[in-house]
Every structure is written in C-alpha cells, then in structure tokens.
C-alpha cells in the first residue's frame, strides 16, 4: 500500500459553534470540506478531496426527543445511545434500536452517529432498512435553506446521497406510530473480516380494527439494492387485503423481485422471501397483541 493511500493529512480542522457558522463555512469549503462527529466513516474512505474536517459535535445535535408529533433523534446522536434508549427499546420504534445494536463493535457504536450511518449511504448500512420501514424523514440546513428529505428520496446511488456540500444533516425525524401497528426487522450477516449484512430486512404494519386486513405497510431492504430501498410493490400488494399466508408468500416473493442484488443475487433473493415473509408475520402478531 503506497502512502498517498495510507496517510490522511486534511489541512484544515475547524470546530463551528453554531448551524449557522457550520453551514457558511461547509458553503466555503465546497467538496473540499467534510463535516464530522464520530469520523468512524472518514477515517476509513481517506478521500482525497477532503481537505478539511469541520467538527459538528459542538452544536448540541444530540438527543432523543418523543413526543406527541413522533421521534427526534439529533443527528450527532450516538449509535449507542440509540441501542441502549429505553424510550425507544418500549416501543414499536424498537427495531431502530435493534439495528443500532447491528452497527460494528461496541467502539465504533459509542463513536459512530446516526446521521454519519446514513450520510455515507452504504447499500448495507444498518439502520436504514429500520428507518425506511419507520417512515424516517432527513432535515437538513443549507446556507439559506432548509429542507426536509424523505429517507426513500434521499439515497442517490452507493454511497451517494441528495446532500448537498453546503449542507448539513441536523435530525432524523420518525413520525407518531398509529395504534394496531406492529414491527420487526432481521439480519443475515456476512462470516468474514468485515461484519456486514448480506440481507437486512425491516417492516411496520399498521392492521384494521378487526386485526384481519393490513392497512399500512413499510418494507425496508439493505443489500439486496444498490441504495438501502422500501419494496413498494409488495407494499402495494398488501395494503387493503385480507392476511393469509399466501398473501404474505406472495408480498415476499414481490419484494425480492424488486431488488437488484450486487452480487450472489440467487441467494440473495430466497433471503430476501425468507426475512420479508418471517417478518411481516411476527410484525402482524405484534400489532394483534
């Protein structure tokens, strides 16, 4: 490995204290500029065109706020945090603490952040499958501007996402969960040097008062698509529909039909059926209880 790999010198390292000053100088420093939190992600890419670190972890963007109006989760917000909070662990919003517990070792979650998990835009990034069937919406600042991305929208290719240079992520935000719903996500895991999903799957189902129809539905995939994804077509083949378990075979069976797999996409695929339907059934059992 030749030095210009190895080293990662940025000449610049500032520590805003404020959105506002963040925002101006990210404008300034254009594609040069990196913001950082916990680096986890930084400091393994080494991109070249990083030229200067902008600290963000000054700018009191770390909590955990319910209410009412749904879920807050600052965007500096460890992962950590995140998988120990007993306010989220209580409630349906549960399988994004389950998904934080998935991310690396017990460093990198105490390092890593929520808003870090989702900007490098990994296909395999663990929290988004959990985020995407929660419905999860990115607010964002800009030099001027503010605007709110749903997290479907806001993935561009592999580790790409609509952020723009002066930008910056300042919450996750997860709206109210509706009575009768139920949730559930899972994991298949690579045996190798690096502790990645090979498939990761997470649903939210919302059922009649009867318990007998599917009202609502998120599927959220990792892996199995270039980009993290929801499977609207199986979501579409459920809502309104009586359950069985043909109906549930048959949603799986669409989902994997959705994605894309990089590589190993036959196995990938029957994973897919498999968690998709093992899923929505305990996600269906939850909600009837």
Aim: glycine share 8%; net charge positive.
């Amino acid at each position: 490995m030749n030095g210009e790999n190895t080293y990662f010198r940025p000449k610049l390292y500032s520590k805003p204290s404020s959105i506002v000053e963040t925002v101006k100088l990210l404008a300034e420093l254009g594609e040069r500029g990196k913001p950082v939190a916990g680096g986890t992600d930084v400091m393994v890419e080494k991109r070249r065109e990083v030229e200067a670190l902008v600290d963000i972890t000054g700018l009191n963007l770390s909590y955990i706020k319910m209410d009412n109006n749904g879920l807050h989760l600052g965007a500096t917000t460890t992962l950590y945090t995140i998988e120990k909070s007993e306010e989220i662990k209580q409630t349906p919003y549960r399988i994004l603490a389950q998904a934080a517990h998935k991310v690396g070792t017990p460093l990198i979650r105490n390092m890593g952040t929520i808003a870090g998990n989702i900007c490098n835009a990994s296909p395999s990034s663990d929290t988004s499958a959990a985020l995407l069937a929660l419905g999860a919406v990115v607010r964002m600042v800009g030099n001027g501007k503010k605007r709110e991305v749903p997290l479907d929208k806001f993935f561009a290719g592999p580790f790409r996402s609509v952020k723009e240079h002066d930008e910056l992520v300042i919450e996750i935000y997860i709206p109210p969960i509706a009575s009768r719903t139920g949730t559930s996500a899972s994991w298949l895991t690579k045996n190798g040097n690096v502790d990645e999903s090979m498939v990761g799957v997470a649903v939210l189902v919302v059922l009649n008062k009867e318990g007998e129809k599917i009202e609502d539905v998120r599927i959220g995939l990792l892996s199995v698509n270039p980009t993290p994804m929801r499977a609207v077509q199986a979501e579409t083949a459920l809502i309104g529909k009586k359950i069985s378990d043909t109906l549930l075979k048959e949603a799986a069976q669409a989902a994997a039909a959705e994605a894309k797999p990089r590589s190993k996409a036959d196995y990938r695929r029957s994973m897919t059926v498999h968690l998709v339907e093992t899923n929505l059934k305990e996600a269906i059992a939850e909600a009837r209880g």
